[in-house]
């Protein structure tokens, strides 16, 4: 694996990533990704773009048990214990995913926006081949084979820019997202806005940190900073070249997105409240 730890050495990783955007006519191409973040005191190895040679393909973007003790005319012992129903599979988005569009934003007047998917775990075979066979519609292959899905939520983060080649930034299948906390950081830098290749520039930063980080900075090679802080949870608050904003379906913390200046790449990135 690439990976950026306390040293802040960076390696170069080119991994083939065929990413077809059906929603924005975007052509299947080859995307290096050349940089991995991480921070903090985790070191568990992630399924991220740049930890294995996996082809990716996206064609579409876009209970608990009550308890009623005390009630008006009703003694405690009398109660009944409320029996949950198991919530369907449609419920748990195992056949079609939650998708929180990061950020968005416009350089040389084209579009570029960063979303992630998250699917539900399937709880059986029949389940993981339904989901299987669901992700193959949109385009999507999962890391593990399809009987490794049970049990396992999956997501996927990407980036697109214009009508251009779309990557694939992060993306793992899991049994159990670990729940980052303090200064935990587990990230990947890719190009914003140029054609895939070895020399474009690691300008966009996507990653996930605690639900209790305040700020992430990200440091580039021409000795800037960009300050990440948590962005409005208002609607249409989305544009922005560095937020921090929680997932829809995502356990382990709040994902965040730092743009650089032109013709820089990532030095580093930390969680810095």
């Not at 730890?5 to 990783?13: A, F, G, P, V, Y």
């Not at 040389?108 to 075979?125: N, Y």
């Not at 900073?225 to 921090?244: E, M, N, Q």
Request: charged share 25%.
């Amino acid at each position: 694996m690439s990976g950026y730890r306390e040293n802040h050495d960076m390696t170069q990783t080119d991994i083939a990533l065929l990413l077809a955007d059906a929603a924005d006519e975007v052509e299947i191409g080859i995307a290096p990704v050349q940089a991995v973040i991480r921070g903090g005191r985790r070191r568990r190895a992630r399924r991220w773009a740049v930890a294995a040679a996996t082809t990716l393909a996206l064609a579409g973007s876009t209970g608990a048990t009550l308890a009623f003790a005390g009630l008006p005319g009703v003694h405690a012992d009398q109660v009944t214990p409320t029996v949950s129903r198991p919530l369907s599979a449609e419920a748990r988005h195992v056949y079609e995913p939650q998708q929180t569009e990061l950020a968005r934003g416009t350089e040389h007047g084209k579009e570029w926006r960063v979303w992630v998917q998250v699917w539900g775990a399937p709880r059986d075979a029949r389940e993981a081949d339904r989901q299987f066979d669901a992700m193959k519609r949109m385009g999507l292959r999962p890391y593990v084979d399809k009987a490794e899905l049970v049990g396992r939520m999956s997501y996927f983060s990407f980036r697109s820019y214009g009508d251009s080649l779309s990557l694939g930034v992060m993306f793992d299948t899991a049994e159990r997202v670990d729940r980052l906390s303090g200064t935990d950081l587990q990230a990947a830098a890719v190009p914003l806005d140029e054609e895939p290749s070895a020399t474009a520039p690691d300008r966009l930063v996507v990653g996930h940190v605690a639900k209790t980080a305040r700020e992430v900075t990200c440091r580039w090679k021409d000795g800037t900073s960009t300050v990440a802080r948590p962005a409005d949870p208002s609607p249409g608050t989305l544009d922005g070249t560095a937020l921090i904003r929680p997932v829809a379906g995502y356990p382990g913390g709040n994902w965040f997105v730092c743009v650089g200046p032109e013709g820089t790449s990532l030095k580093d990135a930390k969680v810095t409240k």
